[in-house]
DNA sequence: AGCTACATATAGAAAGCCTACATATAGAAG
DNA sequence: CTTCTATATGTAGGCTTTCTATATGTAGCT
């Protein structure tokens, strides 16, 4: 997976991930590798920032806990996150819709 | 249309319009307002640049030509482009594919 | 003369993702 | 005990690509 392409949709892919619950940036890490398949592999250079990024915007709020002796920073959506995620998925099928149009033309004009 | 979100996808839509016939920049950015519904709208500052870029690597090649007094650059796709094209496609599908399933993942879980 | 469409191009800014590195605890292996 | 791996967070700097703003020039219409 070309890195680059991930630009633009790392809000949305941490965001997604924290739906359901509450999680710290490396069970967010996993959480993605799992649901993907294994295909993404972020690494912690680019969550650590972003989610930092996600709560000063207001989209996260975190809260650091002690478990098994390890520090973890906690994030959980907001509700301005929650909405944003809403708008994150219809860009995100805009998005596809608009760039597989323009991908599908000619394949589809060739056969 | 976030304009970050196109990021590594430029390429993939500057070939498949190429695909069909040899086009000049200008032109190919009416190519991409058409096929997207009006909701491409690539200024000249990347197009050019990109499609020198394209040309460096050597998926495009360019002449010159005057027609009605002004001067156009027309590019055509290399056999490498094509291929490159190819994988291109290939990609995306795999991007959409993978993003998708993240996103959609919480989604079908809540209803 | 001025405006719009056509046509190409560059410089510099902006943004965000990545590489590499730094730090630290817990537990297993040897 | 020492070393290695997994767990866990974080920063600095680099890199690429896209965008904004600007420059240049022709053609045609009013």
Known sequence: MNPDALRGHMDALLLSVLEREPLHGYAIIEALQERS???LNVPTGTVYPALRRLERIGYLSSEWATV???KRRTY????SGRKQLQGER????????????????EA????
């Open 37 to 39: 398949g294994g295909a």
């Open 68 to 70: 098994g002796g390890r």
């Open 76 to 79: 959980r959506l907001t509700d």
């Open 90 to 105: 219809s860009a995100w099928r805009e998005f596809t819709s608009v760039i597989g149009s323009v991908l599908r033309a």
């Open 108 to 111: 589809s004009a060739l056969g």
